[in-house]
């Protein structure tokens, strides 16, 4: 591998952006690409009698509702760096999505409110975070508004999570009266709804102003220095070993939505986080990206961003090489072998043709069905898979028919290919081949429903069949069409796998009773 592809490889930062619903994690997004001179104008997503929406935000629903429904991906450089930021869906029914998201990162930046500190789903994201030893860096949010004192915020850090925690910076003041944020890490403070350089002030080697400036004589002010004393004499050492493992997180405050501390983040941030990082196979060997051979992992795939070509897309992670459009890659599961002529990059529903990428960067394939989520590519004469991606086990399950009965083969061909994206799983009754959906969460339904509507030009009809136990069975061999009963249901999945849906713990140890060479098992 040449010196200048290596090189390449080492200035790429991936991470994703976590956070409980809210918290202003899209927001954020936003705000880095447009210090990335990626957009112009940093829409909000609260804007939406201006008709801008978040540029993470492509889907229709994700523009009706505000929220994020699916992970994004983007690109931008920034000092001598190439970013791919993944914003990830925050609400908790896309969380499996968001799982598989995090299996393609190389660092998190978890979004916390200042107000409503760490919330459920934040600690869900941290674990997996944590689970990977992914390297965490933490940006607490909205001074602006009141929210916690910094020290208990910093303190909630440490207990919920079980992380140690380092203010690289400290706010002066919140609320109507937040001044700015004290620079432990850069010596100096900036100042609030100051622009350029400008809303820098130096910091004498004491820690203290060197300019008199009317900050000094506030009280915020005097209670900033106090808790930086405390924090220098009784808080931890920033230990970049222990950041680089996942043990530490570096602690930025600022305001997102007024465009406050972003910068110094992103900085700070570049300086710190991990370059593209080895990754294990399944036979537990790891693959270095500066390897000469190309491969990488299908984390994802999403259907129609363009509805006018009604195209399919499938997001790459590029674990090791160079890829070159063009080039032949095998298909590790099938050990087939084709050319990668289709290749895009992203900016949200915006893409661009890409002629080279390296380790590190996310590219889009165009997929017509030969693809699966967790599927390896490689481009050299041995293939290999990299370790399985998360699948979860549904427990929320509808009974789908068209509404309209002539518009069945729309409704198959757009069930296949939303069930294909990972957030929602296909099952059919043995005899009536009656269609059913499982799903983590609910939204996930609501979602499925509109974008069926929306996208295939076809409206469903969803009737619950409410929580159940799903199963599948080690030893499908044994099992008879004679064992499913109401109460222990036996259907086929996409795979035409066997699975037991069960109605109820009861249920399913009664049937473990009665049939005990039968071997049941979860996904996760």
Not at 43 to 67: C, H, L, N, P, Y
Not at 249 to 272: D, M
Request: with cysteine; charged share 25%.
């Amino acid at each position: 591998m040449t010196t200048q592809i290596q090189d390449q490889i080492q200035a790429r930062r991936t991470f994703a952006i976590i956070s409980h619903p809210d918290a202003g994690k899209t927001t954020m997004t936003e705000k880095l690409l447009f210090f990335g001179g990626a957009i112009r104008d940093a829409g909000t997503v609260k804007a939406k009698k201006t008709g801008k929406f978040a540029t993470s935000d492509w889907m229709e629903i994700e523009k009706q509702r505000g929220i994020s429904v699916t992970s994004s991906v983007m690109q931008f450089d920034y000092d001598d760096c190439r970013i791919n930021i993944l914003d990830t869906p925050g609400h908790q029914d896309f969380s499996e999505d968001t799982y598989r998201t995090l299996m393609a990162v190389d660092s998190a930046v978890m979004i916390v409110d200042a107000a409503k500190g760490i919330e459920a789903q934040t600690i869900k994201l941290f674990k997996v975070c944590r689970l990977r030893g992914i390297p965490i860096f933490t940006f607490i949010n909205k001074l602006d508004r009141q929210g916690k004192e910094p020290l208990e915020l910093m303190e909630e850090l440490e207990e919920v999570l079980g992380i140690e925690s380092y203010a690289m910076n400290w706010p002066i003041g919140m609320g109507k009266e937040f001044l700015g944020i004290y620079d432990r890490f850069n010596n100096r403070i900036e100042q609030f709804r100051k622009d350029g350089t400008d809303r820098f002030l130096p910091l004498t080697e004491d820690g203290e102003l060197a300019v008199d400036h009317s900050m000094i004589k506030t009280s915020y002010y005097t209670q900033a220095l106090e808790d930086i004393m405390l924090l220098n004499e009784a808080g931890n050492d920033f230990d970049q070993e222990k950041v680089r493992n996942g043990k530490m997180t570096p602690v930025f405050f600022g305001s997102a939505l007024t465009n406050f501390g972003v910068q110094t983040f992103l900085e700070t941030y570049l300086q710190f986080a991990p370059t593209p990082q080895p990754r294990k196979t399944d036979a537990d060997v790891e693959i270095n990206p500066v390897t000469d051979e190309f491969s990488g992992f299908i984390f994802k795939i999403q259907a129609n961003m363009n509805p006018a070509h009604r195209d399919r897309i499938a997001f790459v992670r590029i674990v090791s090489g160079k890829f070159e459009r063009g080039m032949t890659v095998t298909l590790a599961r099938t050990g087939k072998t084709f050319k990668l002529t289709q290749s895009t990059q992203f900016l949200a529903d915006e893409r661009e043709t890409v002629e080279i990428a390296v380790a590190g960067d996310i590219i889009g394939l165009h997929d017509t069905g030969s693809y699966q989520i967790g599927d390896t590519i490689v481009g050299g004469k041995k293939t290999f898979n990299y370790e399985k991606l998360p699948q979860f086990t549904p427990e929320l399950f509808v009974r789908v028919t068209a509404k309209n009965v002539m518009k069945s083969k729309h409704f198959n061909k757009g069930i296949m290919q939303l069930v294909q994206e990972g957030a929602i799983q296909y099952y059919k009754t043995l005899h009536t081949e009656d269609v059913i959906l499982g799903a983590v969460g609910q939204l996930q339904f609501e979602v499925f429903e509109h974008r069926m509507k929306n996208e295939y030009n076809v409206e469903v009809r969803m009737e619950s069949i409410g929580n159940k136990i799903a199963r599948w069975i080690q030893n499908e061999g044994d099992v008879k069409e004679s064992m499913s009963s109401p109460r222990s249901m036996l259907v086929r999945d996409r795979f035409d796998r066997y699975v037991f849906l069960f109605e109820n713990d009861f249920a399913m140890r009664w049937f473990q009773d009665k049939n005990e060479n039968i071997e049941l098992f979860s996904l996760l």
